[in-house]
């Protein structure tokens, strides 16, 4: 009888929950706009790039950063090479090939385990560089732009990924101030199933050159800090190291 009496609890809190979610998605998930693409949008999209300095984040070599303190970074971008490490793994990583070196705890890594840790390293610098600085990517191939006015009445910058990265079909609608600067965006993303959900962009941190990344987010009204610990320049002597990791590739 006990057990029963378990079990009918067990299944009216998952009743509860079930209709819970169901309400949820209904009062907060929103339909993904349809905007209007060509040069004003172009335009708008330029001034969010040049309000982040786009041009200094370009001429930018070496960035070194943590993701939530899990990820750890260090980024060669004109070489197209990312060190990704977490755990006791380290991942020598081509970004062009996804192709590269594992070790684990110091020792080298073969095999299936390799392919594995090398497909983990790319979903992660896809999805953690993204955050670092997604601005400048607003006119990277495969990506429409587009002017749309949000439900509460708000111009706003769509940003939607046709192709490219892990998440194909993702789509963000940025909200600017005067100068271009983010300060909010909505999502419609694969990864969650309500769409309109949000954050802010703050914390915003200007690196050497003057490219500007943000931080920290608000979401839900809790302050979230994602990028941290970032290092930036044209050699990895600015970033704090004393030899090329690299230098093997």
């Known amino acids: 009888m006990r057990m029963k009496k378990i079990l009918k609890i067990l ?3 998952l009743v509860v929950l079930l209709i819970g979610a169901v309400v949820a998605f209904f009062v907060y998930n929103e339909k993904e706009p349809i905007g209007e693409t060509g040069a004003a949008a172009d335009a708008l999209a ?12 370009e001429e930018t070599t070496w960035v070194r950063w943590s993701f939530m303190d899990m990820h750890h970074y260090v980024w060669n971008k004109k070489r197209d090479l990312v060190r990704v490490s977490w755990d006791n793994y380290e991942v020598l990583l081509n970004t062009k090939t996804q192709e590269g070196t594992v070790t684990e705890a110091g020792l080298e890594i073969t095999g299936a385990d390799k392919k594995d840790k090398l497909a983990s390293a790319w979903e992660y610098f896809c999805n953690d560089s993204y955050w670092l600085n997604p601005v400048v990517k607003a006119f990277d191939p495969g990506v429409e732009r587009s002017l749309v006015t949000t439900k509460d009445g708000q ?3 769509k940003v939607k990924f046709q ?49 500007k990344i943000s931080t920290t987010h608000t979401v839900m009204g809790k302050s979230v800090q994602l990028i941290d610990h970032v290092e930036a320049g044209m050699s990895f002597a600015d970033i704090g190291l004393t030899e090329d990791p690299f230098a093997s590739l």
């Not at 998440?167 to 769409?195: A, C, F, R």
């Open 11 to 13: 299944g009216i809190i």
């Open 46 to 57: 330029q001034k969010m790039v040049d309000a982040v300095d786009g041009k200094a984040w």
């Open 155 to 157: 111009e706003g910058l």
């Open 163 to 211: 192709s490219g990265g892990t998440t194909p079909g993702d789509s963000y609608v940025w909200l600017l101030d005067e100068t271009g600067l983010p300060q909010h965006w909505k999502m419609w993303v694969n990864i969650i199933p309500l769409g309109g959900i949000g954050n802010s962009w703050e914390g915003w941190q200007e690196l050497p050159g003057g490219a």
